[in-house]
Nanobody, 125 residues
Framework: QLQLVETGGGLVQPGGSLTLSCAAS????????IGWFRQAPGKEREGVSY????????VYADPVTDRFTISKYNTKNTVYLQINSLKPEDTGAFSC??????????????????WGQGTQVTVCS
């Protein structure tokens, strides 16, 4: 059974950093496109980062492109999202999602068919 589990969230002060993990089981992550999404309180879920199957091409949402870094370690079957210079507006539930059906719009949630439960990130002083 395909499963994604996110970890690494927490309470962080502005300016801090976090590394979120998305661990896959039941499938080989290397052959899937992976997206990271954020849902702030009272707002719609938004795509923040993407990494492709195979070569690991990356895409970032404009507001985060200089602070977020997505990477994958195939031997650990895990994708990571490094977040630097955290801001209060980064607060939200971060989820990873996977698809092996190809993506046309990698930051669109409806491109993905499997989702993790999410991990909460709270940025406040």
């Amino acid at each position: 059974q395909l499963q994604l589990v996110e970890t690494g969230g927490g309470l962080v002060q502005p300016g801090g950093s976090l590394t979120l993990s998305c661990a896959a089981s039941g499938f080989t992550l290397e052959y899937y496109d992976i997206g990271w999404f954020r849902q702030a309180p009272g707002k719609e879920r938004e795509g923040v980062s993407y990494i492709s199957r195979g070569r690991g091409l990356t895409v970032y949402a404009d507001p985060v492109t200089d602070r977020f870094t997505i990477s994958k370690y195939n031997t650990k079957n895990t994708v990571y999202l490094q977040i630097n210079s955290l801001k209060p507006e980064d607060t939200g539930a971060f989820s990873c999602a996977a698809t092996n059906r190809g993506v046309g719009a990698p930051l669109q949630a409806d491109e993905y068919h499997s989702w993790g439960q999410g991990t909460q990130v709270t940025v406040c002083s």
